[in-house]
Nanobody
Framework: QVQLVESGGGLVQAGGSLRLSCAASGRTFSSYAMGWFRQAPGKEREFVARISTSTGSTRYADSVKGRFTISRDNPKNTVYLQMNSLKPEDTAIYYC?????????????????WGQGTLVTVSS
């Protein structure tokens, strides 16, 4: 069982930066790959980024590649999403999620545990 709590969302101007954090409870955090997803109003939830368990290999959606960076600190049970050069189209609720061991997944249904989300609003 993993419980996830996101923080760090807010209002930022286009071109600005934010860092989201996701704190996890449970001793098994390091055994889960972690992902970030987002959902904009009226749209489906979409994959943003994923980081593996121990090797730290990452994968990004094309829309955020080169602007966002996912990282994790296993001793602190925390995963981060550094977001730079933000655009108005990045406005969404951002969720972190935990994927059990297995191949890289970018589909939300493959993730077992979810946080409550944090709102990011980028003004133009």
């Amino acid at each position: 069982q993993v419980q996830l709590v996101e923080s760090g969302g807010g209002l930022v101007q286009a071109g600005g930066s934010l860092r989201l954090s996701c704190a996890a409870s449970g001793r098994t955090f390091s055994s889960y790959a972690m992902g970030w997803f987002r959902q904009a109003p009226g749209k489906e939830r979409e994959f943003v980024a994923r980081i593996s368990t121990s090797t730290g290999s990452t994968r990004y959606a094309d829309s955020v590649k080169g602007r966002f960076t996912i990282s994790r600190d296993n001793p602190k049970n925390t995963v981060y999403l550094q977001m730079n050069s933000l655009k108005p189209e990045d406005t969404a609720i951002y969720y972190c999620a935990a994927q059990p061991p297995g191949p890289t997944q970018v589909v939300a249904t493959r993730y077992d545990y979810w946080g409550q989300g944090t709102l990011v609003t980028v003004s133009s």
